[in-house]
């Protein structure tokens, strides 16, 4: 009888149907959710498991299907009785409120009061205190949630969003904004909640981490369900395979050249802050990869070459010559292309129009008069929806209705457009499914095969190992090792953790 | 370490401005006897008085993010109608000084409506009613002001409570209403969550509109009450008393660190005010020209938001590396 309790689901999704406008988001969608485990929710960009995590939370309505809560069949649903029964959301983008004590944050929503008006203080930061030594951290709630690194931060979500009496934690690609150590606590609260029996929902675009963390995985397909495996009795290529519906024999489909001239030449740089002392160079026809841990200081050196930073000491040389003081417009003159890490943000103009979003680089070189002419302008997108195939073909498209890897595609018609010799990748791929990235690296491909040189910053070590002529590796402002095509994974991170 | 550290944070929960203050009225007290006196601090108060009561509301919508440029009109209305209720219809001063609250509060709940509910940008909005409030102040005596009132309408304005000018416990109280609201209860730490991240108020479970709409309605309260102790002093009630008060009330709590949304606080926007008043005060008693005096005190807002914005990035950025 308590076997039988204990194995019977926290929760369960049978048959889940969800369309909006255009979409079926979901297609009988089932899963469950049993105490105690790690349940790995995967699949491409918009295989709906964003859609299926917001039926869960009640933020969406569902179009059919059930849903069951400990096996009894819940007919109301919706955010509140979704919380009143438990299911806990941590969401990608962070909900806290900066200028609030970690306590407050915590009890959002649900302020302890004395005489019926004022905060009862001591009682928040007693309870916010215990509710996170209950998952393993110890930290000040008396602190402003701004003065936290972000792996704290995210230990305060999870402590609020458990705070009311959750056993359904669903965390949304938890570990994206953390650094190593920050993912290992991450994984040892993980696992103190499990052993609870506190059921967790991990999504996530990170293969590795099924298998560091998960116990079952279900893939989700273009809003279908297409299996659920038990993580120790698969293999990760069968998970890639179910995910993309097809074999994928060659992920990264690289042709070596052989490389040119040495088209960027970084000496010594420093910036007084993260670099601390960057050498490296980059030749026409080759990809470099710069592996490195989140806080390294790779993005601070893409910043630095392209001229955003300033610095205190070194010399950046491209094709030969040195470059006084680099600055954005200079380095754009001169052919160098930022790519940068955060495309939303830094590398489009959302609201506007695709055309727009291409020409916006070369506006002065293409029309010298300083009159657009619109005929023109939207050739020069067309013929770039043409060669790198951005869907959908449409010029007058605002960006930020594309999906991820036709944003980023942008990005690089926007920098193509204006001939650059040098680019300079961000995490190219990052956050964009399996199929656009594939298309983005046969870009890269064909870039360097037509000579240009490419820097490629990436998170992701088989992306560094796949697309590579050369790796090197940073750590706390350090270039710290220098790898040929062909090394092995293993050594790489142990460079890029600090071990040699 | 720690030493360094709780040093750094100290600075940084102390708004920038609150140095410069303290260094004018060093300044101010060398250059002129008269500066640091008795009757010149009461009387400094007292003027300012107005601005703080303004402040105090105003901070609160700052802090979730709105920009709030209705006060000077509101608070003009307010005065306006206050006295309209007491010379054109007699009513009873009690009973005009709710008038001039509820005035007040109704415009902060029709600002609140037009952000919250509509999603006009609050600058927009309130700028919309500011207009509106300034042309109804305006048409309500065919442009003319109010005047002879009973000699009990100067209590608010010219009255004293154990020695103490009531302007200036006025403003005390609207600083302690504020200071408590923001610090100690429930609604305080929704308006920084609406400002911080108002998403994450909703996915609590509240309704943030709402609360919104009370910010402002609590703004507009307290220019209810300024337009009470503007009315009072003057012992008329002009038309375009207020005018420009809604950007001294900004430039106040932006130099008192709310920069951004979600930041800011009571005690900061209290800061900044004093530093507008100070100003004005040491430029008048050290013998400045009028007209020399708006010169020097636009810069001199913009400097010191300057500075304040440089040393806590200073601050933050040593305290970043030093981690």
């Known amino acids: ?500 | 370490m720690v030493n360094r550290s709780k040093f750094r944070a100290f600075f940084l929960r102390v708004p920038t401005v609150a140095w410069v203050l303290l260094l004018m009225i060093i300044v101010f007290t060398i250059s002129s006897p008269h500066f640091f006196t008795l009757h010149n601090i009461s009387n400094i108060l007292s003027q300012g008085s107005i601005l703080i009561i303004l402040s105090m509301g105003v901070i609160v919508v700052k802090i979730t993010g709105g920009i709030e440029l209705s006060v000077g009109g509101v608070m003009t209305l307010a005065g306006m109608s206050m006295a309209a209720a007491l010379m054109k219809f007699d009513w009873p001063i009690p009973l005009c000084l709710i008038v001039a609250l509820l005035v007040g509060t109704f415009f902060g709940f029709l600002n609140g409506i037009f952000v919250a509910k509509m999603g006009i940008p609050s600058f927009i909005a309130t700028l919309g009613c500011q207009g509106m409030a300034f042309g109804i102040a305006t048409g309500m005596n065919d442009g003319r002001v109010f005047s002879g009132f009973p000699r009990q309408m100067g209590y608010f304005g010219g009255g004293s409570i154990l020695s103490i000018p009531v302007p200036v416990c006025l403003s005390a109280i609207a600083f302690l209403s504020s200071f408590i609201l923001l610090g100690y209860t429930r609604f305080g730490v929704y308006v920084y969550a609406i400002g911080g991240n108002e998403e994450s108020l909703v996915l609590s479970g509240k309704a943030a509109w709402w609360h919104k709409v009370k910010a402002y309605m609590y703004s507009g309260f307290m220019a209810g009450l300024a337009g009470i102790v503007v009315t009072s002093r003057n012992m008329t009630s002009q038309p375009m008393v207020g005018f420009g008060m809604e950007f001294e009330a900004f430039a106040a709590v932006v130099l008192g660190g709310s920069f951004i949304a979600g930041r800011g606080s009571a005690i900061g926007a209290i800061i900044g005010a004093l530093f507008i008043i100070v100003l004005r005060n040491g430029l008048n008693v050290t013998g400045v020209p009028t007209y020399l005096q708006l010169a020097i005190i636009g810069p001199a807002l913009i400097g010191s938001i300057v500075l304040s914005i440089l040393v806590e990035r200073g601050l933050r950025n040593r305290s970043y590396a030093g981690k």
């Open chain 1, 1 to 500: 009888m308590k076997a039988d309790r204990e194995n019977r689901p926290l929760l369960q999704l049978l048959g889940i149907n969800k369309a909006f406008p255009g979409v079926q988001a979901l297609k009988k969608v089932d899963f469950e959710l049993r105490p105690g485990e790690v349940h790995v929710l995967v699949g491409e960009n918009g295989a709906g498991k964003s859609t299926l995590m917001k039926v869960i939370a009640g933020a969406h309505t569902k179009d059919s299907g059930r849903i069951l809560i400990d096996g009894q069949e819940q007919r109301q649903w919706g955010p509140r009785v979704s919380r009143s029964k438990g299911v806990a959301m941590v969401y990608q983008e962070f909900t806290l409120v900066p200028f609030r004590s970690v306590a407050e944050n915590i009890f959002l929503g649900r302020e302890k009061l004395k005489t019926r008006v004022f905060l009862d203080k001591v009682k928040m930061y007693r309870e916010a205190s215990d509710q996170l030594v209950s998952i393993g951290i110890d930290l000040d709630v008396r602190l402003p949630v701004m003065d936290l690194g972000v792996g704290e931060q995210q230990m305060v979500e999870i402590a609020k969003a458990l705070a009311l009496n959750g056993r359904i934690l669903v965390l949304d690609e938890p570990t994206s904004a953390l650094t190593v150590p920050e993912i290992e606590l991450l994984f040892q609260v993980i696992r103190r909640l499990r052993s609870k029996g506190v059921g967790i929902i991990y999504i996530s675009h990170r293969m590795e981490e099924i298998a560091q963390i998960g116990d079952r995985v279900t893939v989700l397909r273009d809003g279908e369900y297409i299996g659920t495996r038990n993580v120790s009795e698969v293999q990760l290529d069968q998970i890639v395979v179910m995910m993309v519906g097809r074999e994928i024999n060659n992920l990264f489909s690289r042709s070596f050249c052989e490389p040119g001239d040495v088209a960027l030449r970084v000496k010594g740089l420093r910036d007084g802050r993260r670099l601390k002392d960057v050498s490296l160079e980059v030749r026409h026809g080759e990809v470099v990869g710069l592996a490195g841990l989140i806080g390294s200081g790779r993005t601070e050196l893409a910043r630095a070459v392209f001229g955003l930073d300033t610095l205190l000491s070194g010399s950046i040389e491209l094709f030969g010559k040195s470059v006084a003081k680099s600055n954005p417009p200079g380095s754009l003159a001169l052919g160098v292309g930022l790519l940068p890490e955060d495309r939303k943000r830094d590398g489009l103009f959302p609201i506007l129009p695709l055309k727009h979003n291409v020409s916006i680089c070369s506006l002065r070189s293409m029309f010298r008069s300083g009159f657009i002419n619109p005929k023109v302008e939207q050739s020069l997108a067309k013929e770039y929806i043409d060669k790198l195939q951005i869907q959908p073909s449409d010029i007058e498209r605002q960006v930020k209705y594309l999906s991820g890897g036709n944003q980023q595609k942008v990005v690089i018609a926007k920098w193509l457009a204006v001939g650059p010799k040098v680019l300079i990748f961000d995490e190219p791929t990052r956050g964009i499914d399996v199929g656009a990235k594939t298309e983005i690296h046969c870009l890269m491909n064909q870039l360097v095969n037509a000579g240009h040189a490419i820097l490629m910053i990436s998170s992701e070590l088989p992306e560094i190992l796949g697309m590579s002529d050369r790796i090197y590796v940073m750590y706390e402002g350090r270039i710290v090792a220098e790898y040929p095509q062909g090394t092995g994974a293993e050594l790489i991170m142990r460079s890029a953790m600090g071990f040699n």
